[in-house]
């Protein structure tokens, strides 16, 4: 299934798995009933939620645990912004009682904010969606509902580390073939640092790259199956480019 088959709740998951920031809008405490817009890095948990990490002392912290509504449009950078692809996710933000479930998920996107994470300060919070508005490009605009957005909970999400650490100590090889194959970059380095029902994510020499699944996995044999496959094929484009 490629990106032009798949659902529009799909579609929308699958964009915003391919960001890692967005603009977090609050109702404003200070300006009673005007919006608050700030920056937010953010990763999605194996469901689709959007994880943000915050401090206390923050104004859209405050705003949020006065009133949990927020918005978060995530698009990445086009010299033309109106024709590119964005998704808005509206919800209410909830934060999380405990930092360890989603830290070694986040500080692995976001290697750089370790040293917020030890912060007493800062917590967790997870958006959970109450309705998405989905720009896919031309002709493609959409409501989608939670329920075609989001994924159950599945046992990939406990697996996610042993997956990682396999894969990073005995197929680094094939790492490296996938930018080749998917991406066209060779690269001297590349770990896998994420992985969820909906792709993969590697740190390759100095950049995040993106690998979305044909369809969703929902456990470690899933997954196996597919990089492995995804591995065949690229051996295959190999054999092609270098020829007997």
Not at 3 to 13: D, L, V
Not at 45 to 62: F, N, Q, Y
Not at 178 to 199: F, K, N, Q, S
Request: glycine share 6%; proline share 5%; charged share 20%.
């Amino acid at each position: 299934m490629n990106a032009a088959e798949k659902s529009n709740g799909e579609a929308s998951r699958c964009f915003v798995r391919g960001q890692h920031s967005g603009v977090l809008s609050t109702i404003s405490k200070r300006v009673e009933g005007f919006p608050f817009g700030s920056v937010a890095p953010f990763v999605l948990d194996h469901t689709g939620c959007p994880v943000i990490l915050i401090s206390t002392l923050a104004e859209h912290t405050k705003n949020i645990d006065a009133d949990p509504r927020v918005s978060l449009i995530v698009q990445p950078y086009s010299p033309d912004m109106q024709v590119a692809g964005r998704v808005t996710l509206i919800g209410r933000a909830l934060r999380q009682a405990d930092k360890s479930t989603l830290g070694a998920r986040y500080l692995r996107l976001h290697p750089e904010a370790e040293s917020y994470f030890a912060m007493h300060d800062f917590s967790f919070y997870r958006i959970e969606p109450v309705r998405i508005r989905f720009i896919g490009g031309f002709g493609r605009i959409h409501w989608v509902e939670p329920e075609q957005y989001l994924l159950p909970v599945s046992a990939l999400a406990d697996q996610e580390e042993d997956i990682l650490q396999h894969m990073n100590s005995d197929h680094v090889e094939n790492l490296k073939a996938y930018c080749h194959h998917v991406h066209g970059l060779a690269v001297t380095e590349a770990r896998m640092i994420g992985i969820d029902p909906d792709g993969f994510d590697l740190r390759a020499d100095a950049q995040v790259l993106r690998f979305d699944f044909a369809q969703p996995v929902h456990d470690a044999q899933q997954a196996r199956q597919t990089l492995v496959q995804l591995a065949q094929a690229a051996k295959a484009s190999q054999a092609a480019r270098t020829g007997p």
